[in-house]
């Protein structure tokens, strides 16, 4: 199937938006991607990403459109956090529309703080029927600090070639036992946001960090409570961003409530990293997109 390339022009709150519009010789879906380019990055994405997702979504019949938010690459205006993306989500979202009228909804597509921004924005649109979510932001210190004690040091405690390492004089262990020992510090100073007593109800309760508990995380999962279309989370398995969304979730009923809705799944590449760099997993990626996208 042939596919036809184009830059676009748009507006958002004055300022001008550069997207790229990758539209299929035949179009054989009636759902529209917008890719939502996180930062600091811009259109293509790391390694080419998103260009080679857009063209593949074409050659099965997919139109997408990825642009540059506000002070990114080409774009105008000033740069902005994820959390401040609604309107440039919008109005990329207008613009598909308008140049391919036959739609009948859109996904969104995003990548660490682009998938939370995605997440926070979709409940707001009727427009959104589908999410396509790859190793979700959700970072604080505790977080961080109980992903890497529970999947890093205690699967690397499991490795041979560690403990080799180790009684060779190869691998500084004092530095490491340091480190392991500022994570359980972080993770005890963190406990009461990070802890699923905070978090089983979706509102971190008296005792969290004031500028956390009523942060961005909070503002996703109320998000996606409301969000009524489906939804695919995409984790890679060597990847500690991945590893914090896996704690948190695993921590909270309110998360576990509403991953296992019917209409939400989540799909773990094991080894793959954060972009997912490697040529098998960006294909393994654009597999399962295409066919979250496809599916009725």
């Not at 022009?9 to 879906?29: E, H, M, N, S, Y």
């Not at 050659?59 to 002070?71: A, N």
């Not at 990070?194 to 009523?214: C, H, K, L, V, Y």
Request: charged share 25%; net charge positive.
């Amino acid at each position: 199937m042939t596919c036809a390339e184009r830059p676009i022009l748009f507006d958002c709150q004055g300022d001008r938006l550069v997207g790229i519009l990758a539209i299929p010789g035949r179009l054989a879906c009636m759902t529209g991607v917008i890719i939502i380019v996180g930062g600091p990055q811009y259109r293509a994405g790391s390694h080419r990403q998103f260009t080679l997702l857009a063209r593949s979504l074409a050659i099965h019949g997919i139109v997408s459109l990825r642009f540059d938010t506000r002070g990114m690459g080409d774009s105008e205006g000033d740069a902005r956090s994820f959390t401040a993306l609604d309107d440039d989500i919008r109005a990329a979202i207008d613009t598909l529309l308008r140049e391919v009228p036959r739609l009948t909804g859109v996904a969104l597509w995003g990548l660490c703080d682009a998938a939370s921004a995605a997440m926070m924005y979709a409940c707001q649109d009727a427009r959104v029927s589908k999410l396509v979510l790859l190793n979700p932001w959700v970072h604080t210190d505790g977080l961080a600090a109980r992903a890497r004690l529970n999947h890093y040091y205690g699967r690397q405690l499991l490795r041979r070639e560690l403990w080799r390492k180790l009684f060779s004089g190869q691998i500084d262990w004092t530095a490491s036992l340091r480190d392991v020992v500022r994570s359980l510090r972080s993770v005890i100073e963190k406990q009461f946001f990070d802890t699923p007593r905070s978090f089983s109800s979706g509102i971190p309760q008296e005792g969290a960090n004031p500028s956390e508990a009523r942060g961005f995380i909070v503002r996703m999962l109320r998000c996606f409570e409301r969000f009524e279309g489906h939804s695919l989370i995409i984790l890679s398995g060597n990847d500690l961003t991945a590893q914090e969304f896996l704690t948190l979730t695993h921590g909270s009923k309110a998360w576990q409530r509403v991953l296992r809705r019917t209409n939400g799944r989540i799909e773990l590449m094991p080894g793959a990293n954060h972009t997912f760099a490697s040529c098998e997993w960006r294909l393994q990626v654009e597999c399962e997109t295409n066919k979250a996208i496809s599916s009725t």
